[in-house]
């Protein structure tokens, strides 16, 4: 079992950085996917970006170039580097670990983190 914490939300204006922290109780050398969620006022939550075990990485479409995922083994963390930050990015930000144990998939989300960008 893992738990995730996230932490580094805020507010922001437009045009600005900040950078979310996803911490795990545990070890993440062997977690599957790491991932960032979001989920905007009045929508559903979707993918920003995953990070595997084997460092390959996928962002939307939406955040390609401005946000950049990255994982620290030893520190158990994954974080998020957000930059050129736009409104529209402007929801709760959720981290996620994928795990698979003997064919059988498991997952933890943390209680997310707000992350406000003014115009």
């Known amino acids: 079992q893992v738990q995730v914490v996230e932490s580094g939300g805020g507010l922001v204006q437009a045009g600005g950085s900040l950078r979310l922290s996803c911490a795990a109780s545990r070890s993440i050398f062997n977690i599957n996917v790491m991932g960032w969620y979001r989920q905007g006022p009045g929508k559903q939550r979707e993918l920003v970006a995953t990070?595997?075990?084997?460092?390959?990485?996928n962002y939307a479409d939406s955040v390609k170039g401005r946000f950049t995922i990255s994982r620290d083994n030893a520190k158990n963390t994954v974080y998020l580097q957000m930059n050129s930050l736009k409104p529209e990015d402007t929801a709760v930000y959720y981290c996620?670990?994928?795990?698979?144990?003997?064919?059988?998939?498991?997952?933890?989300w943390g209680q997310g983190t707000q992350v406000t960008v003014s115009s």
């Open positions: 990070t595997t075990s084997g460092g390959r990485t």
């Open positions: 996620n670990a994928l795990w698979v144990v003997a064919g059988t998939p498991y997952d933890s």
